[in-house]
């Protein structure tokens, strides 16, 4: 048996009044397409994503996971042209669906993030079934009719219903698992007859379930809701933030302020995690037992080890923090930073593709980019590695135990040896040997008396 997923995301999402296709508005941070992916089990014969509108857009999103690793199966995707409806789309799959020699098929829905994994398998393992919603304003939904020993026996959707069948308040979710030979033909027969003039995959499930007994499951709402606005969406987000802060209080991370806090579904953390009010965090992040990660502090992918302590306000992006160390507040960790282990990080220090060994510290103002940094090496106040000459990006390599006075500039490329020391204030443009003091202050003097003859001269020239 080949079981393959089909993923309808060809609407153009009218609702949500936007320039990005519907299927990759962000929940926490993943586009909700990314979330129904996920959520498929292993071992699937592959997945079609039926695509149309904002397709370019669609693609460029499905490659950039497929080279991420993020897709637990072979995906390929179809055009529907211009949909015609719900059922139209599934037409435009079936040669993708027999070249996949397909004997089962999974429907599932671009735009209804939360089902989550364990649904979707027990969907994947069930041979005819729909999941349904009960609700107590049932609204635009398909409503779902069963036969007395609780099989479908039919679905209408809102635009074509009786009164009578409007106050059913058993919902079509738009998830279903269905023989893909008998669905196929149900396909070939459908027609547009109806409010919409729409090809109505409905319409095809309510013809199979005359050839097979189709079963009907009620889920919790939260597992089938569709992101149609922006209302949708907020809303979607905010069951998803939930059940994610609920998941990790099970686990022992503290949230001093759960409303405030998103935390997205690749986040990992480990327990005493403590995180403080308006943290963010989406994208692959792992984060170690006993963090402490300060308030409005924005991390995406990224690994922090353990006992790290965030301060407020810092944005860390493709950056690893080992464990010990202390950033912030007010710092900016930039792609490609590496702290080893008790590397400090003060406040309104920028950090950019820089290797920080066991240790090292740069506590205030400093940018260091395309640099490696020695271990116990201390880099003072306002230091800057110059690392772009206006055309190329250089190296400034940093030794161990190196003291960088202040306000030192280190006009790369350069190489500091070990423990070397640069007075203040230096323009370091030529290497410094190990054990060296590299000065380049021009020398200081000293006018006596000369401050109030200045002031004076200035008093008469003003006429006072
Ligand atoms: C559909 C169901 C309805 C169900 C609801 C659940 C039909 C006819 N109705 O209604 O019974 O209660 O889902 O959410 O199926 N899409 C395409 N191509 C198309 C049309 C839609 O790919 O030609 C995609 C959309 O992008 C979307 C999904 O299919 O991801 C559902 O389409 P939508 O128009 O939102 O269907 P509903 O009216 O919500
Ligand atoms: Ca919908």
Redesign the pocket.
Known sequence: MTTVAVI????LGTRMKSRLP??LHPILGDPSLLWVLRALPPGLGGAVV?VHHGKEKVLAALEAWQKAGLLPCPVTTVD?GH????G??LQACIPELDRLAASQVVIL????PLTSAATVGHLCAAKALLLAMDLPTPGS??RVLQHSDGRLAG?V?AKDATPEQLAIQR????AYALPWPALRKALLELTNDNAQK?Y???DAVAAVAQEVPVTVEACAPEELA?M?SRQDQAMIQAAAQRRIQQSWMAEGVTFLHPDSTLIGPRVQLASDVLLEPGVRMEGAVWIGAGCRIGQGTVISDAVVGEDVQIRPYCVIELAQVGSGSAVGPFARLREGTDLAEGVHIGNFVETKKARLHRGAKANHLTYLGDTEIGEGTNIGAGVITCNYDGTQKHRTTIGRNVFVGSDTQLVAPVVIGDGAMIGAGATITKDVPADAIALSRSPQVNREGSASRFRSRQRREVGT
């Open positions: 309808l995301a060809a609407g519907k299927v039926v529907q949909p015609l409806g719900t139209h789309a829905c671009g735009d209804v939904y398909g679905l959707e919902v079509n979710g738009g729409e109505y995959l409905t569709g149609n």
